[in-house]
């Protein structure tokens, strides 16, 4: 994964330390309590900096990890395909698909278009020396406007942290220009940004796509309109020694990482609904991971039933796990497609599991 030590000579500016902790808190603060202030940070090259060397290499955790839960890819890879990177920063997730798919050693990559697009040329200036550093092979282009389709050629859409800082009513608009066959959503893992994601949902599985994640089917998610609830991912993510030097700088935690990841495509998909190889096998997404005990696992999955999608609660008993199965269990993340086998229903309506397997691809 993109490492600070490598990116720090491509930076639009040289940070000291006492820089780079400012302007990460200032990011940080305009991300969060002061979001009345997000506008207008990607025309300062200093915040675009900070940006790009702490920011961008530990949201690229987040797109491999959505990717890896998919049965496939959400388009064909043996025909021409162009990425519109759209609100793209410093090139954060055009960069980490473009990782992702040289990692799976896909061949049409030579006939792969990256199209970078922001309406900061600041950020569009860092995208470019960045593509420059680290993908000099890569078939980009940069620029403030949306390129026209092109005939025989599918269009995937990558939105990183954008629908939250547009609005329902814009994307809307946005869609009837972009008109992709697939899209990649990475949003904050707040309840605004659940709410804002859950209406376009349904404004997709209305215009003819089908959710590829997370959800097993289109139908009506379990957690909507529920008070102090709301579906999103927590990603356990690993820093290099550098990037985790500058969240101790700027006293902030990388390390676990709430977001809201949603895949559409208008091809069908298959395989995720389950694994038909033991009597009862039950495939879903894990919604939320309660504290576990000494004796057993305890999580809410989100899995098609027969009255629908809903959420189950399950316990997963420790004494025929291993050590190390304990431990690798203990560390997977909320958002992580799994299949299970139903050992028993329990009194309370919680199912009791065994034999768990992680659903993915990466």
Not at 30 to 44: E, Q, S, V
Not at 55 to 69: A, D, G, I, R
Not at 172 to 180: E, K, S, Y
Not at 296 to 321: H, M, R, Y
Request: net charge positive; hydrophobic share 40%.
């Amino acid at each position: 994964m993109t490492d600070f030590d490598t990116l720090a000579d491509g930076l639009l500016q040289s940070l000291t330390d006492a820089e780079m902790k400012r302007c990460i808190g200032e990011l940080n603060d305009r991300f969060t309590a002061g979001r009345h202030r997000l506008a207008g940070y990607g025309d300062d090259p200093a915040l675009v900096s900070a940006y790009a060397a702490f920011y961008l290499p530990t949201n690229m955790q987040k797109l491999p990890f959505v990717l890896s839960q998919l049965s496939g890819f959400p388009l064909t890879l043996d025909t021409p395909l162009e990425i519109i990177d759209f609100g793209c920063g410093p090139g954060t997730y055009g960069f980490a698909l473009y990782e992702w798919l040289r990692a799976q050693h896909v061949s049409p990559l030579n006939h792969t278009t990256f199209h970078f697009i922001d309406a900061a040329p600041l950020m569009l200036r860092q995208a470019q020396k960045f593509r420059q550093m680290r993908y000099p092979e890569m078939t980009a282009a940069f620029g403030a406007s949306v390129p026209q389709r092109q005939a025989g050629v599918q269009r995937l859409a990558l939105f990183g942290n954008v629908v939250n800082e547009m609005g329902g009513s814009a994307f809307n608009r946005l869609l009837a220009r972009l008109d992709p066959d697939a899209m990649i959503f990475i949003e904050p893992g707040t309840q605004e940004s659940f709410r804002l994601m859950s209406e376009v949902r349904t404004l997709l599985l209305g215009g003819g796509y089908q959710v590829w994640y997370p959800c097993a089917k289109g139908e009506a998610c379990p957690v909507a309109g529920r008070d102090g609830e709301w579906c999103h991912q927590v990603l356990k993510a690993s820093l290099s020694p550098s990037v985790a030097r500058l969240g101790q700088l700027a006293g902030l935690d990388r390390t676990i990482m709430p977001f809201i990841g949603h895949v559409y495509s208008k091809q069908n998909k298959s395989g995720l609904e389950g694994i038909p190889d033991a009597p009862l096998s039950v495939s879903g997404t894990l919604f939320r991971l309660k504290t576990h005990s000494k004796h057993a696992f305890f999580w809410e999955v989100c899995l098609q039933t027969e009255t629908g999608l809903s959420l189950v609660k399950v316990e997963l008993p420790k004494k025929n796990l291993t050590k190390a199965a304990q431990k690798n269990l203990a560390r997977i993340s909320a958002g992580q497609r799994i299949s299970f086998n139903v050992q028993k229903m329990l009194g309370d309506g919680t199912w009791r599991i065994e034999n768990v397997r992680f659903d993915t691809t990466g």
